[in-house]
T-cell receptor
Framework: GQNIDQPTEMTATEGAIVQINCTYQ??????LFWYQQHAGEAPTFLSY????GLEEKGRFSSFLSRSKGYSYLLLKELQMKDSASYLC???????????FGKGTTLSVSS | EAGVAQSPRYKIIEKRQSVAFWCNPI?????LYWYQQILGQGPKLLIQ????????DSQLPKDRFSAERLKGVDSTLKIQPAKLEDSAVYLC??????????????FGPGTRLTVT
Protein backbone atom coordinates (compact mmCIF):
# COMPACT_ATOMS: atom_id res chain seq x y z
CA GLY A 1 0.00 0.00 0.00
CA GLN A 2 0.89 3.66 -0.04
CA ASN A 3 1.61 5.43 3.21
CA ILE A 4 3.14 8.80 4.03
CA ASP A 5 3.58 9.82 7.66
CA GLN A 6 4.46 13.19 9.11
CA PRO A 7 3.77 14.83 12.47
CA THR A 8 0.42 16.56 12.79
CA GLU A 9 1.59 19.71 14.54
CA MET A 10 4.81 21.48 15.50
CA THR A 11 5.52 24.75 17.26
CA ALA A 12 8.62 26.94 17.20
CA THR A 13 9.72 30.49 17.91
CA GLU A 14 10.90 33.20 15.56
CA GLY A 15 14.54 32.89 14.58
CA ALA A 16 14.72 29.20 15.50
CA ILE A 17 15.35 26.16 13.30
CA VAL A 18 12.73 23.46 12.84
CA GLN A 19 12.92 20.06 11.14
CA ILE A 20 9.77 18.40 9.81
CA ASN A 21 10.17 14.69 9.20
CA CYS A 22 8.39 12.52 6.66
CA THR A 23 8.51 8.76 6.17
CA TYR A 24 7.00 7.02 3.20
CA GLN A 25 6.15 3.59 1.85
CA UNK A 26 5.02 3.61 -1.76
CA UNK A 27 4.85 1.07 -4.57
CA UNK A 28 7.38 3.05 -6.61
CA UNK A 29 9.49 6.16 -6.26
CA UNK A 30 10.06 9.01 -8.68
CA UNK A 31 10.70 11.87 -6.30
CA LEU A 32 9.70 13.45 -3.02
CA PHE A 33 8.14 16.88 -2.79
CA TRP A 34 7.49 19.43 -0.09
CA TYR A 35 4.69 21.96 -0.45
CA GLN A 36 3.73 24.87 1.79
CA GLN A 37 0.05 25.64 2.29
CA HIS A 38 -1.18 28.70 4.17
CA ALA A 39 -4.67 28.46 5.62
CA GLY A 40 -7.29 28.85 2.91
CA GLU A 41 -4.73 28.97 0.12
CA ALA A 42 -3.38 26.60 -2.51
CA PRO A 43 -0.26 24.52 -1.90
CA THR A 44 2.92 26.09 -3.27
CA PHE A 45 5.97 24.11 -4.35
CA LEU A 46 9.00 24.25 -2.03
CA SER A 47 11.35 21.45 -3.03
CA TYR A 48 11.93 18.27 -5.01
CA UNK A 49 14.37 15.47 -4.16
CA UNK A 50 14.91 12.46 -6.37
CA UNK A 51 18.47 11.55 -5.32
CA UNK A 52 19.80 11.00 -1.80
CA GLY A 53 21.20 14.01 -0.06
CA LEU A 54 20.48 17.58 0.90
CA GLU A 55 19.04 20.26 -1.38
CA GLU A 56 19.37 23.80 -0.07
CA LYS A 57 17.29 26.72 -1.21
CA GLY A 58 17.64 29.84 0.89
CA ARG A 59 16.24 29.34 4.38
CA PHE A 60 14.71 25.99 3.39
CA SER A 61 16.55 22.69 2.88
CA SER A 62 15.21 19.25 2.09
CA PHE A 63 16.90 15.91 2.67
CA LEU A 64 16.17 12.49 1.21
CA SER A 65 17.26 8.97 2.07
CA ARG A 66 15.66 6.53 -0.38
CA SER A 67 16.96 3.44 1.41
CA LYS A 68 15.26 4.56 4.63
CA GLY A 69 12.12 5.95 3.00
CA TYR A 70 12.78 9.17 4.87
CA SER A 71 12.88 12.87 4.18
CA TYR A 72 12.97 16.04 6.20
CA LEU A 73 12.33 19.71 5.55
CA LEU A 74 14.58 22.09 7.49
CA LEU A 75 13.47 25.65 8.01
CA LYS A 76 16.05 28.12 9.35
CA GLU A 77 15.66 31.62 10.79
CA LEU A 78 11.95 31.09 11.25
CA GLN A 79 9.62 33.98 10.55
CA MET A 80 5.99 34.45 11.52
CA LYS A 81 5.00 34.08 7.87
CA ASP A 82 6.33 30.50 7.95
CA SER A 83 3.28 29.51 10.00
CA ALA A 84 1.54 27.15 7.57
CA SER A 85 0.89 23.51 6.79
CA TYR A 86 3.80 21.65 5.21
CA LEU A 87 2.83 18.78 2.94
CA CYS A 88 5.13 15.88 2.11
CA UNK A 89 4.25 14.17 -1.18
CA UNK A 90 5.67 11.33 -3.26
CA UNK A 91 5.49 10.62 -6.96
CA UNK A 92 5.66 6.89 -7.43
CA UNK A 93 5.93 7.02 -11.20
CA UNK A 94 6.96 9.67 -13.72
CA UNK A 95 4.01 11.61 -15.05
CA UNK A 96 1.59 10.56 -12.35
CA UNK A 97 -0.16 12.47 -9.64
CA UNK A 98 1.31 13.04 -6.19
CA UNK A 99 0.47 11.08 -3.09
CA PHE A 100 0.26 13.48 -0.18
CA GLY A 101 0.70 13.06 3.53
CA LYS A 102 -1.78 14.71 5.88
CA GLY A 103 0.46 17.70 6.42
CA THR A 104 2.27 19.21 9.41
CA THR A 105 0.83 22.42 10.83
CA LEU A 106 3.69 24.64 11.96
CA SER A 107 2.97 27.50 14.33
CA VAL A 108 5.67 30.13 14.74
CA SER A 109 5.37 32.42 17.74
CA SER A 110 7.28 35.56 18.71
CA GLU B 1 2.62 34.23 -16.30
CA ALA B 2 -0.94 33.68 -15.18
CA GLY B 3 -1.52 30.91 -12.68
CA VAL B 4 -4.14 28.19 -12.52
CA ALA B 5 -7.62 29.74 -12.40
CA GLN B 6 -10.57 28.16 -10.64
CA SER B 7 -14.16 29.18 -10.09
CA PRO B 8 -16.20 29.53 -8.06
CA ARG B 9 -14.06 30.05 -4.95
CA TYR B 10 -16.86 29.07 -2.59
CA LYS B 11 -20.05 27.09 -2.98
CA ILE B 12 -22.71 26.03 -0.51
CA ILE B 13 -25.32 23.50 -1.60
CA GLU B 14 -27.75 21.10 0.01
CA LYS B 15 -27.23 17.36 -0.18
CA ARG B 16 -28.60 15.72 -3.30
CA GLN B 17 -28.06 18.91 -5.31
CA SER B 18 -25.55 19.11 -8.14
CA VAL B 19 -22.54 21.39 -8.50
CA ALA B 20 -19.84 22.08 -11.10
CA PHE B 21 -16.36 23.49 -10.77
CA TRP B 22 -14.23 25.01 -13.50
CA CYS B 23 -10.46 25.09 -13.96
CA ASN B 24 -8.21 26.82 -16.48
CA PRO B 25 -4.61 25.56 -16.26
CA ILE B 26 -1.42 27.45 -16.98
CA UNK B 27 -1.01 28.00 -20.72
CA UNK B 28 0.97 25.18 -22.30
CA UNK B 29 0.45 22.73 -19.46
CA UNK B 30 -0.80 19.51 -20.99
CA UNK B 31 -1.38 17.70 -17.70
CA LEU B 32 -4.27 18.67 -15.44
CA TYR B 33 -5.21 17.21 -12.06
CA TRP B 34 -8.25 17.48 -9.81
CA TYR B 35 -7.57 16.83 -6.13
CA GLN B 36 -9.98 16.69 -3.18
CA GLN B 37 -8.69 18.05 0.13
CA ILE B 38 -10.80 17.30 3.19
CA LEU B 39 -10.14 19.49 6.21
CA GLY B 40 -7.04 18.37 8.09
CA GLN B 41 -5.82 16.06 5.35
CA GLY B 42 -3.56 16.25 2.33
CA PRO B 43 -4.93 16.50 -1.20
CA LYS B 44 -6.14 13.25 -2.76
CA LEU B 45 -6.18 12.75 -6.53
CA LEU B 46 -9.59 12.42 -8.15
CA ILE B 47 -8.63 12.47 -11.82
CA GLN B 48 -5.64 13.24 -14.04
CA UNK B 49 -5.83 14.32 -17.67
CA UNK B 50 -3.13 14.58 -20.29
CA UNK B 51 -4.45 16.83 -23.03
CA UNK B 52 -8.07 15.65 -23.35
CA UNK B 53 -7.42 12.04 -22.35
CA UNK B 54 -7.86 10.51 -18.89
CA UNK B 55 -4.63 9.14 -17.39
CA UNK B 56 -5.93 8.09 -13.99
CA ASP B 57 -9.46 8.18 -12.57
CA SER B 58 -9.13 5.20 -10.27
CA GLN B 59 -10.10 7.22 -7.18
CA LEU B 60 -12.99 9.13 -8.76
CA PRO B 61 -16.39 8.07 -7.32
CA LYS B 62 -17.89 7.59 -10.73
CA ASP B 63 -21.42 7.06 -9.50
CA ARG B 64 -21.59 10.75 -8.59
CA PHE B 65 -18.49 12.52 -9.88
CA SER B 66 -17.64 13.27 -13.50
CA ALA B 67 -14.98 15.39 -15.19
CA GLU B 68 -14.14 16.43 -18.68
CA ARG B 69 -11.48 18.33 -20.57
CA LEU B 70 -12.95 18.39 -24.02
CA LYS B 71 -10.51 20.66 -25.85
CA GLY B 72 -7.46 19.76 -23.82
CA VAL B 73 -7.36 23.11 -22.05
CA ASP B 74 -9.91 23.98 -19.36
CA SER B 75 -11.77 21.37 -17.37
CA THR B 76 -14.96 20.95 -15.38
CA LEU B 77 -15.61 18.67 -12.41
CA LYS B 78 -19.21 17.85 -11.54
CA ILE B 79 -20.83 16.24 -8.53
CA GLN B 80 -24.37 14.92 -8.85
CA PRO B 81 -25.90 14.26 -6.38
CA ALA B 82 -23.76 15.73 -3.62
CA LYS B 83 -23.37 14.06 -0.21
CA LEU B 84 -22.37 15.58 3.11
CA GLU B 85 -18.96 13.87 2.91
CA ASP B 86 -18.19 15.76 -0.32
CA SER B 87 -17.58 18.90 1.75
CA ALA B 88 -13.96 19.70 0.93
CA VAL B 89 -11.69 21.98 -1.06
CA TYR B 90 -11.39 20.95 -4.70
CA LEU B 91 -7.97 21.82 -6.05
CA CYS B 92 -6.98 21.93 -9.68
CA UNK B 93 -3.32 21.64 -10.61
CA UNK B 94 -1.40 21.60 -13.86
CA UNK B 95 2.05 20.67 -15.06
CA UNK B 96 4.07 20.30 -18.20
CA UNK B 97 3.77 16.87 -19.80
CA UNK B 98 7.51 16.54 -20.35
CA UNK B 99 10.80 18.29 -19.82
CA UNK B 100 13.05 18.94 -16.87
CA UNK B 101 10.33 20.73 -14.88
CA UNK B 102 7.50 18.31 -15.66
CA UNK B 103 7.48 17.15 -12.04
CA UNK B 104 6.39 20.55 -10.72
CA UNK B 105 2.65 20.90 -10.20
CA UNK B 106 1.09 24.34 -9.88
CA PHE B 107 -2.10 24.57 -7.88
CA GLY B 108 -5.06 26.85 -8.29
CA PRO B 109 -6.70 28.61 -5.30
CA GLY B 110 -9.32 25.87 -4.96
CA THR B 111 -13.09 25.78 -4.59
CA ARG B 112 -14.36 25.33 -1.05
CA LEU B 113 -17.56 23.25 -1.17
CA THR B 114 -19.90 22.98 1.78
CA VAL B 115 -22.74 20.46 1.56
CA THR B 116 -25.50 20.95 4.14
Amino acid sequence: GQNIDQPTEMTATEGAIVQINCTYQTSGFNGLFWYQQHAGEAPTFLSYNVLDGLEEKGRFSSFLSRSKGYSYLLLKELQMKDSASYLCAVSNQAGTALIFGKGTTLSVSS
Amino acid sequence: EAGVAQSPRYKIIEKRQSVAFWCNPISGHATLYWYQQILGQGPKLLIQFQNNGVVDDSQLPKDRFSAERLKGVDSTLKIQPAKLEDSAVYLCASSLAEGTRAYEQYFGPGTRLTVT
